[in-house]
T-cell receptor
C-alpha cells in the first residue's frame, strides 16, 4: 500500500517548455487534489476532482490543466511553463471530504 | 475574500514547554477546519473540527474550534524535539474548496 505517489520528484524546465506531473493513489479514494506550496504563501489549491470524470478549478488554476484519467490517477499539465510556476507541487487524495492524504511532492524549477 | 491566518509565524521553545498555535479564518460556506503537521515533506493529518467547543485530543496534542469567533487553537503539551515541524491550518468550504494558512514553524530545543 503505497498511498499517494508522485512523479517526478524533481524537475527543471526552461521557460515555454511543457510537462505533466503524475499522481496516483491506491486507497480507492474518490477525491483528488493538486496544490502548490510557495514560501510564505502556504498551500494553494490549483485543481481538484471530486470523482472520476469531474474536475474543478481551485484558487490558482491559471497556466495549468488537469486530467482525471481514472479513479487512481490525476495528472497536472503545464503547457508553457513560466518562472512564476517554480514551486513545490503536492497531490492529495481523500475518501470523501476533508481528511486528505498527501504525496511526497514534486520540486519544479522553471528557468 | 476568503483567508486563513495563522499566528505566530514561528516559535522556538524548550523541551517540556507547552505551546498554543492559533488559526483565525474568514471563509464563506464553512464546512470544517483541519490541522496538519508538515515535517520535511508532505503534510500529515492531525485533526478535523466541525463543531464549536468540542475538543479533539490525540496524546499530547489537542485542538478546539470556536465558530462564533472564527478561530481554532492547537495545543501541544510537554513538547519534544520530534514536534519540531510546520503546523498548517486549513479550512474546508462547501464544494470541496480548501484554504490553507501559511503555517506556524515550531522548533523545540533539547
Amino acid at each position: 500500500n503505497a498511498g499517494v505517489t508522485q512523479t517526478p520528484k524533481f524537475q527543471v524546465l526552461k521557460t515555454g517548455q511543457s510537462m505533466t506531473l503524475q499522481c496516483a493513489q491506491d486507497m480507492n479514494h474518490n477525491s483528488m487534489y493538486w496544490y502548490r506550496q510557495d514560501p510564505g504563501m502556504g498551500l494553494r489549491l490549483i485543481y481538484y476532482s471530486a470523482s472520476e470524470g469531474t474536475t474543478d478549478k481551485g484558487e490558482v488554476p491559471n497556466g495549468y490543466n488537469v486530467s482525471r484519467l481514472n479513479k487512481r490517477e490525476f495528472s497536472l499539465r503545464l503547457e508553457s511553463a513560466a518562472p512564476s510556476q517554480t514551486s513545490v507541487y503536492f497531490c492529495a487524495s481523500s475518501p470523501s471530504r476533508a481528511k486528505q492524504f498527501f504525496g511526497p511532492g514534486t520540486r519544479l524549477t522553471v528557468l | 475574500e476568503d483567508k486563513v491566518v495563522q499566528s505566530p509565524l514561528s516559535l522556538v521553545v524548550h523541551e517540556g514547554d507547552t505551546v498554543t498555535l492559533n488559526c483565525s479564518y474568514e471563509v464563506t460556506n464553512f464546512r470544517s477546519l483541519l490541522w496538519y503537521k508538515q515535517e520535511k515533506k508532505a503534510p500529515t493529518f492531525l485533526f478535523m473540527l466541525t463543531s464549536s467547543g468540542i475538543e479533539k485530543k490525540s496524546g499530547r496534542l489537542s485542538s478546539i474550534l470556536d465558530k462564533k469567533e472564527l478561530f481554532s487553537i492547537l495545543n501541544i503539551t510537554a513538547t519534544q524535539t520530534g514536534d519540531s515541524a510546520v503546523y498548517l491550518c486549513a479550512v474546508e468550504k462547501t464544494g470541496n474548496q480548501f484554504y490553507f494558512g501559511t503555517g506556524t514553524s515550531l522548533t523545540v530545543i533539547p
